[in-house]
């Protein structure tokens, strides 16, 4: 079944998804014309290709993300360094779980790509299994690691033919993204499938 996505604040680009790919891009009027039983899926915001975040080793391999069953004890944010290494030296179960959250938190703020070299392989499945994209690495980094990286990297484009992975932000246009921030994620699509929607 296709479905058709749209933002209200970017009513040019809109994406119609058939399986695990972008059928047709382009405005919404043009799309829900040549496509009336296409399913609706209309969102607030801006329609995104989603975001590339460039520390993945550091965000998934050398940090803890704390179950919400410890945040009493740990808080809710990744822990980093020595406290983050004594944790996930547990074993391999709890580097694993530790990834899925830490993928479901990078899938909440819109990412669909992580970059940097992952050797870990609870890390690696937790990666493949979401279905983030692997991308080359910035030869520079330009601050610490975060969920929403400064500058937010945007990946190209979206087109027909290519892999169904955007995500849409609450926000009125790109420049106040980058003000605002990934946290303002409304919904990731990675293979044609919605993989966060907040609630």
Request: hydrophobic share 45%; proline share 11%.
């Amino acid at each position: 079944m296709l479905t058709l996505h749209t933002a209200d604040a970017s009513p040019e680009a809109a994406v119609l998804v058939d399986g695990a790919h972008i059928a047709a891009f382009g405005p919404y009027e043009r799309l829900a014309a040549g496509h009336p039983d296409a399913r609706l899926r209309r969102w607030p915001g801006i329609l995104t290709p989603g975001l590339l975040n460039p520390y993945g080793p550091e965000l998934l391999e050398q940090a803890y993300h704390p179950d919400p069953r410890e945040a009493d004890r740990l808080g809710t944010e990744p822990l980093f360094a020595e406290r983050a290494q004594a944790l996930l030296g547990a074993g391999p179960s709890v580097r694993g779980a530790s990834a899925r959250r830490g993928v479901q938190r990078m899938l909440a703020h819109g990412t669909v790509a992580v970059a940097g070299e992952l050797r870990s392989r609870p890390v690696l499945d937790a990666v493949g299994r979401a279905g983030l994209a692997r991308a080359g690495r910035p030869a520079t980094l330009p601050g610490p690691p975060a969920l929403s990286p400064v500058p937010l990297v945007l990946l190209p484009g979206l087109g027909a033919g290519r892999p169904a992975r955007f995500a849409v932000f609450d926000v009125p246009d790109r420049d106040a993204l980058v003000r605002e921030g990934a946290s303002t994620c409304v919904v990731t699509v990675v293979g044609g499938r919605m993989v966060y929607r907040r609630a």
